[in-house]
């Protein structure tokens, strides 16, 4: 966070980054501490039920708000390399919006993990009396967003590169690393997305479901 300080008024990339990392930091308490404790004591929504219901609307809050930046940083990334004055116009001032929603996540001591269905590994939810249509949609959303965006991004980049878009060799070194930090954030991103849809809805390995915890948690702590 201190690196990206430093530079907050040269790029606005780090000036979105480092509103993420915000988020970020606080997101760790609920994908990192909160899941630990909870697991490691084998909670289930019964033992806490509104501790654990407001920690899944605090984590689902987070998980919302990171993934949304991502998408504007992926938008950034790619009118950045095509016209930095273009991007300095769109991205001078910038509000960010972000998504909440009426259902959240509550924790499982079962698969040490988030769901919709409070009573999961016990009572399935035949009647989907817990489901929630925005969440699958938005990550499903971000996967294909962030694909498309940085595919993008990476066809302007070879197109400026044999062009002698680059100013620098210098420059060029910077952007393709900014470019790879970016790609293993939107990879862990991408991987916890869509594994949190599909543990929704069917019954998955218990180690995809640790695969995909892991990977909400580096998406919020592979930046720092």
């Not at 790609?183 to 849809?197: E, K, R, T, W």
Request: glycine letters at 6%.
């Amino acid at each position: 966070m201190y690196s990206i300080w430093k530079r907050l008024a040269n790029s606005n990339c780090y000036k979105i980054m480092f509103v993420m990392g915000v988020v970020d930091m606080t997101a760790v308490l609920c994908a990192g501490f909160l899941t630990g404790y909870l697991g490691y004591f084998g909670y289930v929504f019964c033992s806490s039920p509104k501790f654990i219901y407001f920690s899944g609307a605090y984590g689902t809050f987070c998980w919302a708000a990171e993934s949304t930046i991502e998408g504007i940083l992926a938008i950034n990334r790619c009118v950045e390399i095509w016209s930095s004055e273009y991007s300095n116009k769109l991205f001078g001032v910038i509000f960010f919006l972000t998504i909440t929603y009426l259902t959240f996540f509550t924790f499982s001591g079962i698969y040490f993990s988030w769901f919709f269905n409070p009573h999961i590994g016990y009572i399935d939810d035949v009647n989907k009396e817990y489901e929630n249509t925005l969440h699958p949609f938005h990550n499903l959303s971000v996967i294909f967003f962030l694909t498309i965006t940085y595919l993008t991004f990476f066809i302007i980049f070879l197109i400026k590169s044999k062009q002698g878009g680059f100013q620098s060799h210098q420059q060029s070194y910077s952007e393709k690393m900014i470019f790879f930090q970016i790609i293993l954030i939107s990879l862990f991103n991408s991987v916890a997305a869509s594994i949190y849809v599909f543990m929704q809805y069917i019954h998955v390995n218990d180690l995809i479901i640790i695969i995909g915890q892991i990977c909400w948690l580096n998406a919020h702590g592979d930046k720092h």
